[in-house]
């Protein structure tokens, strides 16, 4: 009997394994709000070692700093991805046109699988919300460039983040470290890009007193 009830569980979970993502409950365009990720880039290329070497970011030849990781849609808890499969197919002049702000192809591509497609909009609509979110948030002038080692705390990134943003409270975004170093900011946006509360995103954020802001790389 419990043989039989295994099996039926496990079949039940390959079944709902090989539904539709929205006949799961990730109905692309069913979310709440949006979150803006943006990567300190010399974090995480630092964190690559000698791998960075042959990857765009992180080779020197520009220098970049706050670098879009992704435009999010979440739920008020958890959010939805991966929600069409397959994904539609997101055009090569597409793509380069983000590298901008996205310093990646790989990157791209998989922001718009797991992330985008859950947005309900199409490709292109897509990307063009993500420049226009970047758009929306000014990078603290201390943070477009960093020659050295810096320590900060994260209420001083959040202080920062809140003089260039008028309207942007402290409920409304959150500041993320690894074990030592800053990692990235996420800001939350309604979904016509109006700063808005996220207490779960907030809930996350960086625990330590202190961390590093590893110096921007190239460019000089």
């Not at 991966?82 to 702000?101: E, F, G, T």
């Not at 199409?122 to 960093?146: C, G, H, M, N, W």
Request: proline share 10%; with cysteine.
């Amino acid at each position: 009997m419990r043989r039989a009830l295994f099996a039926l569980t496990l079949f039940a979970g390959l079944l709902v394994a090989a539904l539709p993502a929205a006949a799961q409950g990730h109905e692309p365009g069913r979310f709440d709000f949006y979150v803006l990720s943006l990567s300190w880039s010399p974090t995480y290329c630092e964190d690559k070692g000698p791998k960075a070497a042959n990857e765009p970011q992180c080779n020197l030849t520009r220098p970049y700093a706050f670098v879009v990781h992704g435009l999010w849609p979440q739920y008020e808890r958890g959010f939805p991805q991966d929600c069409q499969r397959p994904p539609p197919y997101v055009p090569n002049p597409l793509v380069r046109s983000m590298l901008d702000v996205m310093p990646s192809r790989g990157l791209v591509i998989y922001e718009w699988k797991k992330h985008g497609t859950c947005s309900g909009l199409s490709p292109q609509a897509y990307f063009d919300l993500v420049r226009a979110a970047r758009d929306k948030v000014a990078i603290p002038a201390e943070f477009t460039r960093l020659d050295d080692y810096r320590m900060v705390s994260p209420s001083d990134v959040e202080s920062a983040f809140r003089a260039a943003n008028p309207g942007l409270s402290p409920d409304m975004f959150s500041v993320q470290c690894d074990r030592r170093r800053l990692t990235e900011v996420r800001i939350c946006l309604s979904q016509d890009l109006a700063f808005r509360a996220c207490p779960d995103v907030d809930r996350r954020a960086c625990r330590l007193s202190r961390m590093v802001m590893p110096p921007v790389r190239g460019g000089k």
